[in-house]
């Protein structure tokens, strides 16, 4: 079983690129998310989506763009790279929202900005 | 303020040495807690979910309990393969908001 994939596994920018990182998720669940992970910081929220073609702010949206086209696909775009960005992130997919329902997470982005 | 904070942020046992690593939390309308385990270079892979105080999970060498105001994780007798962050995530709140703290990295020397 696949899970939740995350491509590229590791990519470096210089400071004004545009790149897109894509997310895809083979068990059919409803909710997916974009999270950054910082050292000392945890696991952050960018953007979520409740469900194909919907999409929601989360903790830190600067900066970033998300789209749902495909249930199973949730992209998550930077327009213009700053340093600020370089992180690593995490794609996680849950069936629902709700207490009983964990999320799956893929194995993340290094993304490192010049 | 939603909270969520663990401790301590990293702990040192000899294999065998049994311990307990520490979420505490403070939010409105508890949906759920979460417990994950990360590896190095790899995401949060889920361990337990525990929904009311008083609820116990297990797994293997792990056991997470829960309170009204914090989770513990139990490590009986760890081993070197334990070795890992532990991730405590919390579900609340009408939106369903999720927070997660920020791990206690578990080192286990053999």
């Known amino acids: 079983n696949a899970g939740v994939t995350q491509t590229p596994k590791f990519r470096v920018l210089k400071t004004g690129q545009s790149m897109t990182l894509l997310c895809a998720q083979d068990?059919?669940?409803?909710?997916m998310y974009w999270y950054r992970q910082d050292p000392g910081m945890g696991l952050r929220l960018i953007h979520y989506s409740v469900g194909e073609g919907t999409t929601a702010k989360g903790e830190v949206p600067d900066g970033y763009n998300v789209s749902r086209l495909k249930k199973q696909n949730f992209l998550l775009g930077l327009e213009s790279a700053a340093p600020s960005q370089t992180s690593v992130y995490f794609c996680?997919?849950?069936?629902?929202?709700?207490?009983?329902?964990?999320?799956?997470f893929g194995d993340g982005t290094r993304l490192s900005i010049l | 303020e939603d909270q969520v904070t663990q401790s301590p942020e990293a702990l040192r046992l000899q294999e065998g040495e049994s311990s307990s690593l520490n979420c505490s939390y403070t939010?409105?309308?508890?949906?759920?807690l979460f417990w994950y385990r990360q590896d190095p270079g790899k995401g949060p892979e889920f361990l337990f979910t525990?929904?009311?105080a008083g609820e116990e999970k297990e797994k293997e060498r792990l056991k997470a309990t829960l309170t009204k105001k914090e989770s513990f994780l139990h490590i009986t007798a760890p081993k070197p393969e334990d070795s890992a962050t532990y991730l405590c995530?919390?579900?609340?709140?009408?939106?369903?908001?999720?927070?997660f703290g920020k791990g206690t990295r578990l080192h286990i020397l053999p």
């Open positions: 068990m059919n669940h409803e909710y």
């Open positions: 996680a997919s849950s069936y629902r929202a709700g207490g009983n329902q964990p999320q799956h």
């Open positions: 939010v409105s309308g508890l949906r759920g």
């Open positions: 995530a919390v579900q609340a709140g009408r939106d369903d908001k999720i927070i």
């Open positions: 525990l929904y009311s």
